[in-house]
T-cell receptor
Framework: NAGVTQTPKFQVLKTGQSMTLQCAQD?????MYWYRQDPGMGLRLIYY???????DKGEVPNGYNVSRLNKREFSLRLESAAPSQTSVYFC?????????FGPGTRLTVT | KQEVTQIPAALSVPEGENLVLNCSFT??????LQWFRQDPGKGLTSLLL?????REQTSGRLNASLDKSSGRSTLYIAASQPGDSATYLC???????????FGKGTHLIIQP
């Protein structure tokens, strides 16, 4: 099993550009999450999806949108990237109590 | 709002020592607590998960304890090895499907 996969691994954007980060899991998990990790801030929740067809805001949702395309896939979209969105983005999934994380996407906005 | 604090922020010890990493949280109404390991430039690997009804969990040289009433957890690493060098993250789950609240981590270096 691949677990949780994320694409791309690295991305550089200019301010104002848009992009979508992709996440997929093959563990048949109901819940999926997007976090960002910044130096000195720890991981913070951006959005989550408790089940297919539902999404909810986390702690830092501004500037992002999400789509739960199906049970496997949960994408994160930056409509107009800003330097403050430079970060490492992690996707995670869970069924029940334990969360499993993807390898991350390192995004730089110049 | 739940807050998670990890002490120390960084730790460097010689190989072979037993060591303790600390995690505290402000709201004791948690569903579970999870310890993760993160290697530089990598994702998070789950080490141990403790349910709120449990007092401790063990995996190999790792032992995690939970005192929910006092809002504390410790991760004990026995006979440390250079391969244990990583950042260790503590995270609590409030019980909903709304994700984990993380501490900022302890950066651990084991000197050969």
């Amino acid at each position: 099993n691949a677990g949780v996969t994320q694409t791309p691994k690295f991305q550089v954007l200019k301010t104002g550009q848009s992009m979508t980060l992709q996440c997929a899991q093959d563990m048949n998990h109901n819940s999926m999450y997007w976090y960002r990790q910044d130096p000195g801030m720890g991981l913070r929740l951006i959005y989550y999806s408790a089940s297919e067809g539902t999404t909810d805001k986390g702690e830092v949702p501004n500037g992002y949108n999400v789509s739960r395309l199906n049970k496997r896939e949960f994408s994160l979209r930056l409509e107009s990237a800003a330097p403050s969105q430079t970060s490492v983005y992690f996707c995670a999934s869970s069924v029940g109590v334990e969360q499993y994380f993807g390898p991350g996407t390192r995004l730089t906005v110049t | 709002k739940q807050e998670v604090t990890q002490i120390p922020a960084a730790l460097s010890v010689p190989e072979g020592e037993n060591l303790v990493l600390n995690c505290s949280f402000t709201d004791s109404a948690i569903y579970n607590l999870q310890w993760f390991r993160q290697d530089p430039g990598k994702g998070l690997t789950s080490l141990l998960l403790i349910q709120s009804s449990q007092r401790e969990q063990t995996s190999g040289r790792l032992n995690a304890s939970l005192d929910k009433s006092s809002g504390r957890s410790t991760l004990y690493i026995a006979a440390s090895q250079p391969g244990d060098s990583a950042t260790y993250l503590c995270a609590v789950n409030g019980g909903g499907a709304d994700g984990l609240t993380f501490g900022k981590g302890t950066h651990l270096i084991i000197q050969p």
